[in-house]
């Protein structure tokens, strides 16, 4: 079993910037996939970044060049740099591990971006 913990959301006005973070219990380099997906009110969640084993990262199109996947192994972390916010990616984010044939999930983390 794969715990995942979020953290890093928050309130950001338009155009800010905001890193989220993602503690994984379990060597980050040896899940197949990890990465962030979201879900604002009223929306089915959907993929934001996700990133393999091997280094392979993929972005939904309304985040590329703005958001940024990245992961240490020394802590076994995931992060999402996410910058020029828009009130649209207002929304909890989750972190998703794939490990073995199982799916898990982190708890959430809101992010709020409004002046």
């Known amino acids: 079993q794969v715990q995942l913990v979020e953290s890093g959301g928050g309130l950001v006005q338009p155009g800010g910037s905001l890193r989220l973070s993602c503690a994984a219990s379990?060597?980050?380099?040896?899940?197949?996939?990890i990465g962030w997906y979201r879900q604002a009110p009223g929306k089915q969640r959907g993929l934001v970044a996700t990133?393999?084993?091997?280094?392979?990262?993929n972005y939904a199109e309304s985040v590329k060049d703005r958001f940024t996947i990245s992961r240490d192994g020394a802590k076994n972390t995931l992060y999402l740099q996410m910058t020029s916010l828009k009130p649209k990616a207002t929304a909890v984010y989750y972190c998703?591990?794939?490990?073995?044939?199982?799916?898990?999930w982190g708890q959430g983390t809101p992010v709020t971006v409004s002046s």
């Open positions: 998703n591990a794939m490990y073995g044939t199982h799916g898990y």
């Open positions: 379990e060597n980050i380099y040896r899940l197949y996939v």
């Open positions: 990133i393999t084993s091997g280094g392979t990262k």
